[in-house]
């Protein structure tokens, strides 16, 4: 958007299995580049996945596209947080073996690699909605 509310350029998603695919949060690193996190459909079954996309500072799709099959049900991301280093982390519900819905956070470097990932059980079915 520019200063006065216009749009400077619009891009869509269509993930692999060409169904849902939800947007759920967005942000900017210090490079300019930008994120956008939230959920598609599943290569693997009919439930849904984390979805992590990045577009440089040229308005293009990089290529860096990660989805996360966490658990064999629907893992729902939620939002995202990027950090000093323009590490990304994104956060949601995954289902738990046990309490029902955990949340799940996962870290990727600027590259789309990688770094961890953390599931936390919760009692009741709640999805974390904010990173800092």
């Known amino acids: 958007m520019t200063l006065f509310?216009?749009?400077?350029?619009?891009?869509?998603?269509?993930?692999?299995?060409?169904?849902?695919?939800?947007?759920k949060d967005i942000g900017v690193d210090k490079y300019g580049d930008i994120y956008v996190t939230g959920s598609g459909d599943s290569t693997t079954d009919s439930d849904m996945d984390y979805i992590l996309l990045k577009y440089d500072?040229?308005?293009l799709f990089n290529g860096c596209q990660n989805t996360m099959e966490l658990q064999t049900e629907s893992d729902e991301a939620g939002a995202l947080a990027i950090d000093d280093?323009?590490?990304?982390?994104?956060?949601?519900?995954?289902?738990?073996?046990?309490?029902g819905n955990d949340y799940a956070t996962v870290k990727f470097d600027r590259n789309g690699n990688e770094l961890w990932s953390k599931d936390t059980a919760v009692l009741l079915t709640e999805m974390m909605r904010h990173l800092r």
């Open 85 to 99: 280093s323009a590490n990304v982390s994104i956060t949601g519900v995954s289902p738990g073996t046990i309490t």
């Open 5 to 23: 509310g216009n749009g400077q350029w619009i891009r869509t998603f269509n993930g692999a299995e060409n169904g849902t695919d939800y947007a």
């Open 57 to 59: 500072v040229m308005d």
